[in-house]
């Protein structure tokens, strides 16, 4: 009876619950009203959290890839725009080049993102316990703990995201068009982060083309927020164009290789609710039917039409699960707002606390999954325990015993440490007039040999992959390459004399175990510039 009542009474909080005008301009609450200070001890927390455990295990494939674009400073790379590596270079040079130094920028803004997701609920009308779960719920959400304790573009994701949300709110609730220029202005920057934003923006495009609100499209700060997005994104769209669209060619090539899995609209939306815990799937679907559904969020019903566009979108496109991740702060903040305000009309207040342990209790039992908590010999039995599979993105990911957000943390020391070995038989004279080269065939290998590499006296590597292909050959003739993960038949169709260094060392836990390395000598193919443009790889 008890749960029959709390379902009635929450279909009736989600519509009947006053709200005030959009007209209306209420009193802005001092910050730390209505439970913002206990968010703050959550944001707190999670900092805490991934410092205490972020260094676990080792450097992860991408953070090289941002660390090293980072330090070939350019408006653009193949893989990405240039907010990432930027913000790497910076962080790394204010506190080094430890694991926890290349993770504190994910650290500070998933906490930022706990914060701006307590503001949300705040103001959709939450008091202090929706406030509170709607920061805790964003805590625990596996996908988010995952993005706090690595340096990837999607750390950045949801703060930008819900930035833009925010003040589209801010708008709608206060009547103040002016918001949408501050809207505007956390687009550009998100597309300098990461090109999907622009899906959230469609979404929220066509969200207010289907309500009351598409009044805000004739605005005049809606458009000025247009061109601020456009001003800012325009160095990075310059380089493009510059280029020859490398994003472009590159999503093409991937899409043509199925390289990814591809996932029904029922896989897609399943593994939306294990990204974000299946314990919290009541939260945030419960926020996206309000946000469509209940009177008391009407002037907000645009941002229920943005999930449904969003989710189509990638759906559509075959996008990779994790892409709609950064959008549930929001509908975990509507739906958080809701079950509130329901719980105190049956007042049923013993609910409340129950919803807290559950969170936390089952967010720990999914965080070893995400975060390195567990040593790695302990960590393979407990995910085999676990009722659910870890799902794989790629189908590459698939041979490898541990998810890819492990397994590609291990084997990049001993990768590094054969081609030591190499290196150190190449002649002296030879290494110190560039003589001799070191060809990686992906970013995971020529990023690890770079940052990695350096205190061996190693130089730094060439590839056709991503963004190494762009910065060229950079004086080397070929005639002498140190040649990683390729085949003895191969190679010697391309050069006099091919010679077996040996295999790195097998890491059982790495992605990419026993990389063959080799000395190559007496190029057939003419100079390495010559050839250059045959070994581009974008994909």
């Known amino acids: 009876m008890t749960a029959l009542k709390f ?28 439970g913002m200070l206990p968010v703050m001890g959550i944001a707190l927390a999670s900092f805490v959290f991934h410092m205490i455990f972020n260094n676990r295990y080792g450097y992860f494939r991408d953070e090289f890839d941002y660390i090293i674009c980072g330090r070939h400073l350019a408006w653009g790379y193949v893989d990405q725009p240039p907010l990432v590596p930027l913000l790497s270079r910076m962080f790394l040079a204010v506190f080094g080049e430890s694991l926890r130094a290349v993770r504190l ?24 316990f929706a406030v509170l779960l709607t920061a805790l719920a964003v805590f625990i959400a596996p996908i988010y703990l995952s993005n706090g304790s690595l340096l990837t573009s999607n750390c950045l994701e949801p703060l930008l995201w819900m930035g833009c949300v925010y003040f589209a709110i801010l708008a709608a ?49 809606m458009w000025l927020g247009g061109a601020a997005a456009f001003l800012i994104f325009l160095p990075n769209l310059l380089w493009n164009v510059a280029y020859h669209w490398p994003f472009v060619e590159l999503m093409r090539n991937i899409k043509a290789a199925g390289r990814d899995v591809a996932l029904s609209p029922g896989q897609y939306f399943s593994q939306q609710i294990l990204l974000i815990y299946p314990g919290s799937a009541l939260f945030w679907i419960t926020g996206v ?3 469509l559904a209940a009177r008391r969020f009407k002037p907000y019903r645009f941002l229920g039409w943005a999930y449904l566009v969003s ?42 606390p129950l919803l807290v342990v559950l969170s936390v209790a089952g967010g720990a039992v999914f965080a070893p999954l995400v975060v390195p908590i567990l040593p790695i010999e302990q960590f393979i039995p407990y995910m085999q325990r676990l009722p659910i599979n870890t799902p794989r993105a790629e189908h590459s990911h698939m041979r490898a015993v541990l998810p890819q957000h492990y397994a590609d943390q291990f084997g990049w020391d001993e990768i590094v440490a054969e081609v030591v070995f190499a290196w150190n038989q190449i002649p002296l004279e030879e290494r110190r007039n560039k003589d001799c080269g070191i060809f990686a065939q992906d970013y995971g290998q020529a990023g690890a040999i770079d940052f990695l590499g350096p205190k061996y006296g190693l130089p730094p590597a060439l590839s056709g992959h991503q963004s190494w292909w762009l910065w060229g050959p950079r004086g080397y003739s070929g005639n002498c390459l140190i040649v990683l993960d390729d085949s003895r038949e191969s190679l010697e169709k391309l050069f006099e ?8 060392r097998d890491n059982p836990y790495a992605l990419e175990r026993q990389i ?24």
């Open 105 to 128: 920028m994910p650290v500070l803004a998933m906490s930022s993102t706990i914060v701006l997701s307590g503001m949300i609920a705040r103001e959709l009308g939450g008091k202090r």
């Open 173 to 221: 609730k206060r009547n103040q068009p002016r918001y949408w220029l501050w809207f505007g202005v956390v687009a550009g920057i998100g597309m300098q982060e990461k090109y999907s934003i622009a899906v959230l923006g469609f979404g929220i495009v066509v969200g207010l083309l289907l309500t009351g609100q598409r009044r805000f499209l004739l605005n005049k700060w």
């Open 289 to 291: 039917i309000a946000l």
């Open 7 to 34: 379902s009635v009474m929450l279909s009736h909080t989600m519509n009947n619950v006053a709200t005030p005008s959009p007209v209306a301009r209420p009193e802005r609450p001092v910050f730390w009203q209505n």
């Open 311 to 352: 989710f189509a979108v990638f759906v559509i496109l075959k996008g990779k699960s994790y892409y709609l991740a950064p959008i549930y702060p929001l509908y975990l903040a509507a739906g958080c707002v809701v079950i509130d305000d329901a719980i105190d009309r049956i007042r049923q207040g013993w609910l409340k």
């Open 516 to 539: 063959p390395v080799f000395i190559c000598r007496g190029a057939k193919f003419g100079t390495l510039a010559q050839a250059w443009p045959s070994l581009k790889k974008w994909r």
């Open 497 to 504: 004399h091919v010679d077996f260094v040996g295999a790195s």
